[in-house]
């Protein structure tokens, strides 16, 4: 199934609550964690769907992917060490449906998680998410001193296309230092 897929909105209110399975293994150099599902992803079974979301373009910008991947091809992923789970589980149209006693229950599932797998990095992309889930209210984008077991925590920003507040070019920029600490070579370049 590619992008292109069209749901009516019938189709996507219909993925609501829906669970999309995590892309995961043990041991990956970063597991990418989203804030929850959107509707298009429920209902296609792949992270980051939506069109306007800019998850895959930025990954390939930065480095992590020699070719920028469709949603439905995220199985690769773990073939370059990188994986991609949730905060929250449920599927919502936006991420302000979500209550904070979701994102604390979120965050608790999503440490057990980490201590289970045990990936170096931890990149949860949306810093607010990220705040709210590990009680951090001050934490800014970037490297956390907050850690799970040995993995580290990286803040990134939200590549929901409601995030005005950076391009695909300044979240390249960001993704690409993760990639740099993380030690993952640039495979634009391979």
């Not at 792949?46 to 800019?54: E, L, M």
């Not at 960001?174 to 640039?186: N, Q, T």
Request: aromatic share 8%.
């Amino acid at each position: 199934m590619t992008g292109t897929t069209r749901f009516s909105a019938q189709e996507l209110q219909a993925a609501r609550d829906r669970l999309v399975p995590d892309v995961v293994a043990s041991g990956l150099s970063v597991l990418f964690c989203g804030i929850n599902p959107g509707l298009m992803t429920a209902a296609t079974g792949f992270h980051f769907a939506r069109p306007g979301n800019r998850f895959w373009p930025v990954l390939h910008l930065s480095g992590f992917t020699p070719r920028r991947l469709a949603p439905a091809e995220q199985d690769e992923l773990l073939s370059y060490g990188l994986g991609i789970t949730n905060v929250v589980a449920r599927a919502t149209a936006r991420a302000d449906e979500l209550t904070a006693e979701e994102y604390r229950e979120g965050g608790r599932i999503l440490a057990e998680k980490v201590e289970r797998l045990a990936p170096r990095w931890l990149a949860i992309a949306g810093v607010t998410a990220y705040r709210t889930a590990f009680g951090e209210k001050h934490a800014q984008i970037g490297p956390q001193e907050r850690t799970i077991g040995t993995t580290r925590i990286w803040a990134l920003p939200s590549p929901s296309g409601l995030n005005a507040h950076w391009t695909a070019g300044t979240m390249a920029e960001e993704f690409a230092r993760l990639r740099e600490a993380a030690g993952v070579p640039d495979r634009r370049t391979a």
